[in-house]
């Protein structure tokens, strides 16, 4: 839960805050699977072992019973080992998500969502009627 805002660097690289990787590591043998958001421009980070479940078909997904989504998905994902300090590699043809540079890392349960922040504050702003949400330092 919560979420953490992070610069991509020289090497398009971001750090995955520390309790998140600490999941990653447990959950993913330090793996994330990188596939586009379901529902916006933003990256969906799901660590080894739930991507493997979700592939094995032992935990529900977001694709059950419709192959074309399941063919994208699979297609799409990219593999991001978890190097140095918790951080990992952007692949190039996710970059342009992040047009600010930046990168927002929230935890969604079992998976992380990689949002540019100012198109997440401007989702939020929609959802919720103009309010915006609380900024976190």
């Known amino acids: 839960t919560g979420h953490r805002d992070h610069k991509i660097d020289g090497k398009d690289r971001i ?16 793996v994330l699977y990188l596939v586009p958001g379901a529902d ?7 660590p080894g072992d739930v991507f493997g479940r979700m592939a094995g078909g032992q935990v529900p997904n ?13 297609q799409t994902a990219e593999r991001a080992e978890l190097t140095g300090p918790g951080r ?12 600010t540079g930046h990168v927002r890392v929230g935890g969604m349960n079992t998976y992380l969502e990689l ?9 939020l702003k929609r ?6 949400a609380p900024t976190q330092d």
């Open 40 to 46: 916006g421009p933003f990256l969906e980070a799901y």
């Open 62 to 74: 977001r694709f059950d019973g419709d192959l074309d989504r399941k063919r994208q998905f699979f």
């Open 88 to 99: 990992i590699q952007i692949p190039k043809r996710y970059l342009p998500l992040f047009p």
């Open 127 to 132: 959802l919720s009627g103009g309010a915006g």
């Open 15 to 30: 750090v995955i805050p520390a309790h998140f990787a600490q999941d990653v590591l447990r959950e993913g043998s330090g």
């Open 115 to 123: 949002w540019d922040p100012e198109r997440w504050e401007a989702r």
